[in-house]
């Protein structure tokens, strides 16, 4: 299931570029191993593995190994700090359900309807949907991961450090403010075309 991915941890462009340039240099290393030198234990390396693999940078498991887009992004952005890249990061969180249903749900179905929304009514939203595609139990009204889960959609698009740069929602007091009908870069189709954009 493509929905709890990420556990309590966010996405953070710093931290993904910092475990993917130590586990490329240290192929043999597990995730304790690879942890380690952030201060974390393997929870924290297995949960931004994850993310990697679902913006689309790597494949899942160990070794870590570079999907071909991902070759790209990393030979011209390492540190994941360009706005192609963070681009190129909701592109890949966004367009595949499989991979990660939250932030597809998100972007093509939830935003389309709402030109402005608190987290509330997002919560709900996810509620509905999730309790019905998998089950009350995990996602009805008492389930203890959906605020997490709207955390971390919220905060992926509004955070710095995540993907909140590119402006698809802006939080205005306790509203958000739906932006995502700008102009916007990629989706790229093509390891050419991804390359051409930096």
Known sequence: MAVYFHGNFGLNRERLAGLLQYALENP????????????????????????????????LGLPLLLTPMGKVVVENDPDLKTLTTQWYIHWELTTDPERAETWHFFYHTFLPNHDTFTRDDLQIALMDYLSEEH???????????????TRAILDCYTDQKAIGELNII???GPFYKN????????????????????
């Open 170 to 172: 802006f939080p205005q």
């Open 28 to 59: 043999t290393l597990k995730d304790k191993e690879l942890a380690k030198p952030f201060g974390f234990g393997a929870p924290y390396a297995q949960r931004y593995r994850n993310w990697l693999h679902r913006v689309g940078i790597t494949e």
């Open 135 to 149: 089950s009350q139990q995990h996602f009805g009204p008492k389930s203890t991961m959906l605020p997490g889960i």
């Open 179 to 198: 932006q995502s009908k700008q102009l916007a870069n990629g989706p790229w189709t093509s390891e050419a075309k991804l390359k051409d954009a930096f």
